[in-house]
Nanobody, 121 residues
Framework: QVQLIESGGGLVQSGGSLRLSCAASGRTFNRQVMGWFRQVPGKEREFVARITYSSEFFYADSVKGRFTISRDNAKNTVALQMNGLKPEDTAVYFC???????????????WGQGTQVTVSS
């Protein structure tokens, strides 16, 4: 069992930066693939980035070059540094954990409650 709690969302102007953090509990954290997803009302949850236990990462094309995912296995945390934010990045951002190296939301078994990110133009 893995429990996830996100923090760090907020309101920022276009071009600004935010750093999201996800604190995980559970003995299997180091074996989990950690992912970030986002969702806006009326749309499906969208993959943003994922990182394996050995810090191999993968990004959605829409955030590549602007967002950076990282993890600290000793502290059971994963972070998403978001730079160059755009209004279209506005969404609720979710941290998730999976036993699979994947970008597919249905294969992530554990989810946080989400944190709102709003980018004003």
């Amino acid at each position: 069992q893995v429990q996830l709690i996100e923090s760090g969302g907020g309101l920022v102007q276009s071009g600004g930066s935010l750093r999201l953090s996800c604190a995980a509990s559970g003995r299997t954290f180091n074996r989990q693939v950690m992912g970030w997803f986002r969702q806006v009302p009326g749309k499906e949850r969208e993959f943003v980035a994922r990182i394996t236990y050995s810090s191999e990462f993968f990004y959605a094309d829409s955030v590549k070059g602007r967002f950076t995912i990282s993890r600290d296995n000793a502290k059971n945390t994963v972070a998403l540094q978001m730079n160059g934010l755009k209004p279209e990045d506005t969404a609720v951002y979710f941290c998730a954990a999976s036993n699979f190296i994947t970008a597919a939301a249905p294969l992530y078994a554990y989810w946080g409650q989400g944190t709102q990110v709003t980018v004003s133009s």
